[in-house]
């Protein structure tokens, strides 16, 4: 099981949760400090993970296919792709945001993560049952005023969903997006006050949404966007 942005709020507890339901996870992250620490919380839930550092801003193709490269030397083969890893600057009227930062949004919140899913189909074509989840934000508040390429992505992901699902319909690969709800992450810290933030739960409330996204059971979301209610 690959986990993006294993070391944010999300994927940690992702990540751990997996290794709970006794998965090998591979955990992928720019940050090699925070990546170690995740090491050890996932090791301590009884499953030694592999560490992948990557920076999915400056990563190519030719990146992600050394990556699938080495994940099918170590394992053999790839059951889950569970993309957590964003990107948001913070909000930004688009009229006064920085080229760069537009772009730098648009690259890693949706082309890496394409890129990224594209270099693993041959690999998650080898498992029995295989699933690629996208995490998703709140479409309906990210497509409002100030969310900015951040915002543009999370939507363009969204059709990703059904465009690839629709493609891998007569595969074993299955495609799913989660929006796990506010979760009290860094990332909605930027646009939140975190002090009058009364709605967003903590990232382990939504960790078993994930494994059941990436499980079998997953199966009865193919396709969908799933916004579990609890």
Not at 105 to 119: K, M
Not at 200 to 209: I, L
Request: glycine fraction near 10%; charged fraction near 20%.
């Amino acid at each position: 099981m690959l986990v993006t942005g294993a070391h944010g709020g999300l994927g940690t507890a992702a990540s751990v949760g997996c290794a709970r339901a006794g998965a090998t996870v591979v955990l992928l992250g720019r940050k090699v400090p925070r990546l170690n620490r995740v090491y050890d919380a996932v090791a301590a839930a009884g499953a030694e993970p592999l560490l992948y550092p990557l920076d999915l801003e400056g990563a190519s193709a030719d990146d992600y296919a050394e990556l699938a490269q080495r994940i099918e030397t170590e394992l053999g083969r790839l059951d889950g792709v569970l993309h957590c890893a964003a990107n948001f600057p913070g909000l930004t009227p688009l009229l006064q945001t920085d080229p760069a930062a537009f772009a730098r949004a648009i690259h890693v919140n949706l082309t890496a993560r394409w890129w990224l899913t594209q270099a693993c189909i041959p690999l998650l074509a080898k498992a029995d049952d295989a699933a690629v989840v996208l995490v998703l934000d709140d479409l309906a508040r990210v497509g409002q005023a100030y969310w900015g390429g951040y915002g543009l992505a999370q939507h363009a992901l969204a059709g990703m969903v059904g465009m690839l699902q629709g493609e891998l319909a007569n595969s074993k690969i299955r495609v799913s997006g989660l929006q796990p709800g506010p979760l009290r992450t860094p990332l909605r810290a930027k646009a939140y006050v975190e002090e009058s933030d009364r709605i967003a739960k903590d990232p382990e409330a939504a960790a078993q949404s994930c494994v059941t996204l990436l499980s079998a059971a997953g199966s009865a979301h193919r396709g969908q966007i799933w916004a579990p209610t609890e």
